[in-house]
T-cell receptor, first 115, second 112 residues
């Protein structure tokens, strides 16, 4: 019953440091997502991967890179962290239902602080 | 203009009353519409999804979709204190059915 697993759950970085957030899903879903959530801002889409081998920019992609390593795994990399990237990051996955996108299943979130 | 707009609230509703949450979206080609509930410090969880114009009911929850007006709503009947949470509206885009955009959320408080 793992669902969507994110690591790490908490991380503190200094400005300029790099790090990678890992995400894996065991539901055989096609699509995977990275969102960030700041107070009062809802969820903002960073990048998404509609299927294995494809990635696309979302609403706020600047300062991030992603890799869809295989169908299960989708990682998010911060090359040079900035205080503006302090946020809670959520990974999610979904399955397509015909022309529609199905329910998003979320990981527990990763709280990142950049000093 | 944001792609998905919600009133941030807080919306305060007495216990037992109907809570009405609203959402508008800008992409006329959107086909998938979702309502998620998020408790403080937790991940969002799906409440309802709707693909066709009209109403869809599930227990105390009713989702309403009006594509002509680009409007989605969520009604919660017989509101309970456990319904106090942030409600997030999400919509997919015409350019990519897999691109799911969220509104900023409406904070709902049910007062006893």
């Amino acid at each position: 019953n793992a669902g969507v697993t994110q690591t790490p759950k908490f991380q503190v970085l200094k400005t300029g440091q790099s790090m990678t957030l890992q995400c894996a899903q065991d539901m055989n879903h096609n699509s995977m997502y990275w969102y960030r959530q700041d107070p009062g801002m809802g969820l903002r889409l960073i990048y998404y991967s509609a299927s294995e081998g494809t990635t696309d920019k979302g609403e706020v992609p600047n300062g991030y890179n992603v890799s869809r390593l295989n169908k299960r795994e989708f990682s998010l990399r911060l090359e040079s962290a900035a205080p503006s990237q302090t946020s809670v990051y959520f990974c999610a996955s979904s399955v397509r239902e015909g022309v529609n996108t199905g329910e998003l299943f979320f990981g527990e979130g990763s709280r990142l602080t950049v000093l | 203009q944001k792609e998905v707009e919600q009133n941030s609230g807080p919306l305060s509703v007495p216990e037992g009353a109907i809570a009405s949450l609203n959402c508008t979206y800008s992409d006329r080609g959107s086909q998938s519409f979702f309502w998620y509930r998020q408790y403080s410090g937790k991940s969002p969880e799906l409440i309802m999804f709707i693909y066709s114009n009209g109403d869809k009911e599930d227990g105390r929850f009713t989702a309403q979709l009006n594509k002509a007006s680009q409007y989605v709503s969520l009604l919660i009947r017989d509101s309970q204190p456990s319904d106090s949470a942030t409600y997030l509206c999400a919509v997919n885009g015409r350019s990519s059915a897999s691109k799911i955009i969220f509104g900023s959320g409406t904070r709902l408080s049910i007062r006893p």
